[in-house]
């Protein structure tokens, strides 16, 4: 007699995040930094994603805008891709 464990439950755990600057250009991103804000309001970088093929960084790019005002991070360094062909 052959005993069978249980299937495996895959467990996700979601929050929401804010796509602060990207890698790239912002109409084809290569990799997106991601933000959250803190308890006192302030945007805390939090991860950010694995790189963006080109349709992907072009789909995403479609719903991006520039930032309105100063940067919260601005003066920060990232790494960054070399800039790719555009959509």
Do not use: K, N
Not at 9 to 16: L, S
Not at 53 to 63: E, K, T, V
């Amino acid at each position: 007699m052959t005993t069978r464990s249980p299937p495996a439950q895959e467990v996700r755990i979601t929050t929401e995040a804010i796509v602060a600057p990207v890698t790239g250009s912002i109409a084809a991103p290569r990799a997106v930094l991601l933000g959250r804000y803190d308890a006192t309001g302030r945007l805390q970088f939090v991860g950010r994603s694995a790189s963006l093929s080109q349709a992907a960084g072009c789909a995403l790019g479609d719903h991006l805008t520039d930032p309105a005002g100063a940067h919260p991070w601005a003066g920060w360094t990232f790494s960054a891709f070399p800039v790719g062909s555009a959509c």
